[in-house]
């Protein structure tokens, strides 16, 4: 897998935990 990949599909999960406010809580802990 390459590393630019995974980052990229990292920072699509991460921005859409950020915008979801139901798991906003979940992931601040």
Do not use: F, S, T
Not at 10 to 27: A, V
């Amino acid at each position: 897998m390459d590393l630019a990949v995974a980052e990229e599909m990292l920072l699509l999960i991460y921005r859409g935990y950020k915008n979801d406010k139901r798991y906003h809580r979940n992931w601040r802990q």
